[in-house]
């Protein structure tokens, strides 16, 4: 499409913010997330002309009942990539 773009990381502690319902979890993250951003977008001296198109988005695994985020390390990835193997392998498709 030609539209120049850039990717900011926020600076948020992710694990500071909790809900039980994963697609409210969702939303909290991703909200805090263009809290932060626009904050970053508002320093950003000469930048006055145009719009801006800020998306943000979070997601998050349920498995098993579980809300899983990323893994926080190698081990907890590979242990949660092992459960989901053994959960379609051991389980009849269904279709």
């Known amino acids: 499409l030609g539209v120049p773009f ?10 500071a913010i909790r809900d039980p ?8 993250l991703a909200h805090a997330k263009a809290d932060a951003l626009l904050a970053h977008l508002s320093l950003v001296p ?3 002309e145009g719009e801006t198109l ?11 009942g ?3 985020e990323k893994p926080e390390s190698e081990e907890e990835a590979r242990t949660f990539i092992r459960g989901y ?3 379609l392998t051991t389980s009849p ?3």
């Open 6 to 15: 850039e990717c900011i990381s926020p600076d948020i502690d992710e694990k």
């Open 21 to 28: 319902d994963p697609a409210v979890l969702v939303m909290k």
């Open 46 to 48: 000469g930048e006055t």
């Open 54 to 64: 800020l998306l943000t988005s979070d997601q998050v695994v349920v498995f098993e």
């Open 66 to 68: 579980e809300i899983r």
């Open 85 to 87: 193997h053994l959960k």
């Open 93 to 95: 498709l269904e279709i």
